[in-house]
């Protein structure tokens, strides 16, 4: 049987919990920021910023990420980010948003932490009430530079978590060298406040990464998880545990050592009981949105409606949203009718 199309996936009602709103910035929108902003670019037109898109690992992305990062730079621009990434997920049929923002990006280039936050929160404030998509903020600390500055950063970023315009925290940036026990006194920060706590783990560093995101960090949540995959107590434990895995298909082509989608461990994922789920990661940089991912991994992998369906369910169940709001969406995908 042919397998589910792009119409029906769109349709199926799923949570998307792993987008980077900086990794949103499309070509076109980076030179029109640019331009407006006075910020001279090596690139003249999106097809010259797409063939330099051209990086084989972590850190060749992230320093492409950073760069572009930089034609961020008034309220503005952060709010229109902001809501066209809202827009594209409504698109693809997801219904709920969990983004990533790098707060430390903007400070250490002279942007004020509350004028990125306000404004990011009022472009998916907008876009979303226009949409119907619910939509959580979280700020990831940037790995690569010290805990003090991300203990700076929380202490910031303490009135807007404290009363929920903010969801809880991240980690993310370069992995390797950058264990998530170097950042055991902010996630002890979070813990004390009860805070939502994710990372980044196993997308390019080892297993052990993502064993010290659940110990020393306490974390609720893993951001990538492959490498677990390369220990089998570990996979275990996140499946006996429930952890959520928030999988990045189209990213892991690019960044994981993935060869190709047809070998992509997705499937393995869902068949030994993990809570795998389908994301974007930096779609402006990946080549696909979340629908574009869920396309993919459908056609290379031959997933079938139950396997679908446990993804959708699976974003849904280890989201933010509330119990009330996962039983409705529970439900919808329950009755999303079969092809
Ligand atoms: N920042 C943005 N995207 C990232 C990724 N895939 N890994 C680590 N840090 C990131
Ligand atoms: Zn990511």
Known sequence: MAHPDRDWLRGLPKAELHVHLEGTLEPEMLLAFAQRNGVPLRWSTAAEVRAAYAFGNLQEFLDLYYLGMNVLRTPRDFAELAA???????????????????????TERGLGFAAVTEALLEGLTEAGTRRGVTWRLIP???????????????????????????????????????????????????????????????????????????????????????????????VARLAQAGVGLTVCPLSNLRLCGVPSLDVHPLKAMLAAGLRATVNSDDPAYFGGYCLDNYVAVTEALGLDEVELRALARNSVEVSLLSAEEKAKHLAAIEAYPSR
């Not at 990434?85 to 990006?105: I, K, M, R, S, W």
């Not at 783990?201 to 998880?225: Q, S």
Request: hydrophobic share 35%; with cysteine.
């Open 140 to 234: 990831n600390i940037l790995r690569h530079l010290p805990e003090e500055d991300a203990l700076r950063m929380l202490a910031e970023a303490e009135p807007w978590l404290k009363d929920g315009r903010l969801h809880g925290i991240g980690l993310d940036s370069s992995e390797r060298g950058h264990p998530p026990e170097k950042f055991a006194r902010a996630y002890a920060w979070a813990r004390e406040r009860e805070l939502f706590r994710t990372a980044h783990a196993g997308e390019e560093g080892p297993w052990e990464y993502v064993v010290t995101a659940l110990d020393e960090l306490g974390c609720h949540r893993i951001d990538h998880g492959n490498h677990a995959l390369d220990n089998p107590e570990v």
């Open 84 to 106: 066209a990434a809202l827009d594209h997920a409504a698109d693809d049929g997801v219904v709920h948003c969990e983004f990533f923002y790098d707060p430390q990006g903007h």
